[in-house]
Structure formats: structure tokens, C-alpha cells
């Protein structure tokens, strides 16, 4: 591939797009609110936020220094996240609140981007993410869903049209929004009823000595707070 074709590329994928009819915005909002209310479906689409989930426990041990050694997917859509480091400090802090709170963040960072027309750019970040994490996957059932979750990604983003792309990348969005915080307060429920005693919330508080409810706290407000903002950057409030 040389020089022009390479510019071409370039400028298709960090180029900007035309937002999206306010229609089609609502429409894809309420798709997401679809897969995400409903438990039927609720137990299908929550791989979606298992990867996210997991991925942001991933990324958060490498950008802290710690050693990744894999990440494994199960079909019941729980996930396990392992890196090696020590086994106190702000690399593990951050590394254990970095799961509840990737979904939402995540969200957030791909509503500003459709925000400001990067359709394409968000759609092959989230291809080159995809990727990434497949490295580490550590079991077939996760492997089979990043894979898939991967290709659908891919084939959006060079196949289809941008009306296809536009729908595709804000239904998407607005699932990571809203799929964020469901997650939260099914934990807080399991929590209640004196269950998940190894959860994250549970490990960040004999981490830092602070109640698994303050982490709660910190987990709702992210995602209700990304909820709130990436929603009036799509809806161009």
C-alpha cells in the first residue's frame, strides 16, 4: 500500500461523518434500552458488558505496571481478570475499580466522538481494542465472543453504508451507557442478599479500608454520571 492510499485510508477512518437524524438517535437509544431492561435479553447482550468489564480490569493493570496474564469469558457472563503485581497499592486499586466503571467510561468516551462526527474512528478503536484483548483471552467461549463481537465491528466499519455505521455505532454507544448501570445495581442487590462476597466492591474495600459501600457509591455515580453526559452528547443537548 503506498503513501496516497495509506492518506486515503486515513482520511476515512479519522475523517468526520454527518450526525445522524434526531429520529434515528432516539431510535437507536431505544433499541439499547431494549437489550439492556428486559432479563430474556438482558442475559444475552451482558457479554457485551462482560468484555468491556474485563477489559478494563485488563487495561488498567498494564497502564499501572502490573503483569496481565490473562482474561477468561464465561457463557453465565461473568468474566476473571488475572495480572500479577502487587498484591496492594494503587495498581491494584485502580485495577480492581476499573471493571463496574469501563462500560460506562467507555460509553462516554465513544459518545463524545460521535459527538463530533468521528463515526468511523470510534467503530475502528473499538476493532483495534477488540484485538488487543483477544491476545490475552485466556478460554474458547471468550475467545468465540471477542471474535465475533470483533468481526461485526469490522465488517460495519468496511462494509457498510454510513447510515449502517451511524445506527450501528450509536445503538452501540447508547448500550454501553445503559448497560453500565444495570450491572451496578444488580450487585448492590447480590450484596443485600448476602451475596458475591469476593466482589470488587468487596475487594477494594479490604484494599484501601474504605466500605464496599462507598465503592458502590463510586460505581453508581460513573455510570449514572456518563449516562447523563454521553446522553446530551448524542441527543446534541
Request: with cysteine; aromatic share 8%; net charge positive.
Amino acid at each position: 500500500m503506498n503513501s496516497t492510499e495509506l492518506g486515503r485510508l486515513w482520511d476515512r477512518i479519522a475523517g468526520t461523518q454527518p450526525a445522524p437524524e434526531e429520529w434515528l438517535v432516539v431510535v437507536t437509544a431505544t433499541l439499547a434500552l431494549i437489550a439492556v431492561v428486559p432479563n430474556v435479553l438482558w442475559r444475552r447482550t451482558r457479554n457485551t458488558i462482560t468484555i468491556a468489564h474485563e477489559g478494563g480490569h485488563g487495561l488498567a493493570a498494564l497502564l499501572t505496571g502490573r503483569r496481565l496474564s490473562g482474561i477468561r469469558l464465561h457463557s453465565d457472563t461473568s468474566g476473571l481478570t488475572v495480572s500479577r503485581g502487587r498484591p496492594t497499592g494503587i495498581g491494584m486499586v485502580l485495577t480492581a475499580a476499573a471493571g463496574y466503571t469501563a462500560p460506562s467510561l467507555l460509553g462516554l468516551g465513544g459518545a463524545w466522538l460521535l459527538a463530533d462526527g468521528r463515526i468511523t474512528l470510534l467503530l475502528w478503536l473499538a476493532t483495534a481494542l477488540l484485538a488487543a484483548m483477544l491476545v490475552m483471552i485466556r478460554n474458547v467461549y471468550g475467545a468465540l465472543t471477542v471474535i465475533l463481537t470483533g468481526s461485526a465491528f469490522l465488517l460495519v466499519s468496511w462494509l457498510a453504508s454510513p447510515a449502517t455505521q451511524s445506527a450501528f455505532a450509536y445503538t452501540v454507544v447508547w448500550f454501553l451507557l445503559l448497560g453500565g448501570v444495570r450491572p451496578v445495581f444488580e450487585l448492590q442487590s447480590k450484596r443485600r442478599h448476602g451475596g458475591a462476597p469476593d466482589s470488587d466492591a468487596d475487594q477494594l474495600a479490604r484494599l484501601t479500608d474504605a466500605p464496599a459501600v462507598l465503592w458502590l457509591f463510586l460505581f453508581h455515580a460513573v455510570s449514572l454520571c456518563s449516562l447523563i453526559g454521553g446522553g446530551r452528547w448524542l441527543l446534541g443537548l
